[in-house]
């Protein structure tokens, strides 16, 4: 992504927020053994709101997810070095996220339109100029959006990636964050100490 140093600055401020939001939730998933994304949000929600009122609703839903979808891989992939099955009744680990960590964005924080790309931030929405196919953009409009990632380059910049799900009958891939192999995320640290 192609932005000005203050929209940079301020996708870095998200990304800083967005990890402490995650922060904020994982020892209450090491706590409860729960990270189902639903239960989550009932659990947590309203506290976080409380905490992080900059964050906004959707964005803190987000977290959430973002949260969940981690613990999963962590806790439940049989690869994992921390699935339930090898911890049996040991305290979980704590999960911590970096500053850099993913975002995750929806259809509220984030829309393609026209050649403009519109997300949400902690400044208020930010615009970029993108050069999609005509097809590129129908996807956004008539295909089922379940992912939106902003990630860290090496380069200290930022990517975007849409991960659209596939028509009936066509086989799903995995998401290229690790979670189909069960490696831990290098966004992610474990803490084993109890």
Request: with cysteine; proline share 6%.
């Amino acid at each position: 992504m192609n932005g000005s140093p203050a929209q940079l600055d301020s996708l870095r401020a998200l990304q800083e927020a967005f990890g402490q939001v995650c922060n904020t939730l994982a020892p209450l998933v090491q706590a409860t053994r729960c990270w189902n994304r639903v239960t989550l949000h009932h659990l947590a929600y309203k506290k976080l709101r409380e905490k992080f009122p900059a964050m906004g609703s959707q964005m803190v839903c987000n977290a959430i997810y973002s949260v969940s979808r981690t613990s999963r891989l962590v806790y439940q992939h049989p690869d994992s070095p921390f699935n339930l099955n090898r911890l049996g009744e040991k305290a979980l680990p704590l999960l911590r996220f970096t500053d850099s960590c993913p975002v995750y964005f929806d259809r509220h924080t984030l829309s393609v339109r026209d050649g403009q790309l519109s997300m949400y931030t902690l400044d208020g929405r930010i615009r970029f100029h993108l050069a999609l196919r005509p097809q590129d953009e129908a996807s956004f409009h008539e295909e089922k959006l379940r992912e939106i990632v902003l990630s860290r380059t090496a380069a200290n910049g930022f990517e975007l990636s849409f991960l659209f799900s596939k028509p009936l009958g066509e086989k799903e891939t995995p998401s290229s964050e690790g979670l189909d192999t069960g490696e831990i995320p290098e966004y992610v640290t474990i803490d084993e100490t109890p």
